[in-house]
T-cell receptor
């Protein structure tokens, strides 16, 4: 069964460093998302991506964040200068086979720890 | 601010019983409604989607939607200890697919 994959599973970084989180969405899906979940809190939307551009972003997704689909399979989230409060689980999700976002399937997540 | 509200629980039911999980949402324009299951330390796993008023059944799970009352529920029949998890209600409006999640309800099924 097709699934979303994410690497690395755990990333530890120093405050101020750049990190890149990687995702391989389900093949043929058209919509891609990043969410994050701070320990004990709700899953929060960060950004949606369709047709090679951002379709919506949240207030959390400020200038420190960027997304890219560098090739036909990978979808990345970059945090330019990490802060302590960026420590969270980051989930990639994908959806949509026919041009309309429906059920979203989540990857296993990357646990980001900023020291 | 669009909100999705759930009782955080824990909701404790004996094995074999029916578990009833509830969710309310604030945006009347919401179009798509989902239930995800999340085990501790894992990612959300989609278990049900519902788009129109009424009931939708899939195995032991039944989702119910009442748009007039802005209310979504999930019934789990014949609850098993393996159903013990946090159940997340998620709501989508607009055409980007953005999901707004509730806090989740923790379900404990006791053998």
């Amino acid at each position: 069964e097709p699934e979303v994959t994410q690497t690395p599973s755990h990333q530890v970084t120093q405050m101020g460093q750049e990190v890149i989180l990687r995702c391989v969405p389900i093949s043929n899906h058209l919509y891609f998302y990043w969410y994050r979940q701070i320990l004990g809190q709700k899953v929060e939307f960060l950004v949606s991506f369709y047709n090679n551009e951002i379709s919506e972003k949240s207030e959390i997704f400020d200038d420190q964040f960027s997304v890219e689909r560098p090739d036909g399979s990978n979808f990345t989230l970059k945090i330019r200068s990490t802060k302590l409060e960026d420590s969270a689980m980051y989930f990639c999700a994908s959806s949509g086979l026919a041009g309309f976002p429906l059920e979203q399937f989540f990857g296993p997540g990357t646990r980001l720890t900023v020291l | 601010q669009k909100e999705v509200e759930q009782n955080s629980g824990p909701l404790s039911v004996p094995e074999g019983a029916i578990a009833s999980l509830n969710c309310t949402y604030s945006d009347r324009g919401s179009q798509s409604f989902f239930w995800y299951r999340q085990y501790s330390g894992k990612s959300p796993e989609l278990i049900m989607s519902i788009y129109s008023n009424g009931d939708k059944e899939d195995g032991r799970f039944t989702a119910q939607l009442n748009k007039a009352s802005q209310y979504v529920s999930l019934l789990i029949r014949d609850s098993q200890p393996s159903d013990s998890a946090t159940y997340l209600c998620a709501v989508s409006s607009g055409n980007t697919g953005k999901l707004i999640f509730g806090q989740g309800t923790t379900l404990q099924v006791k053998p």
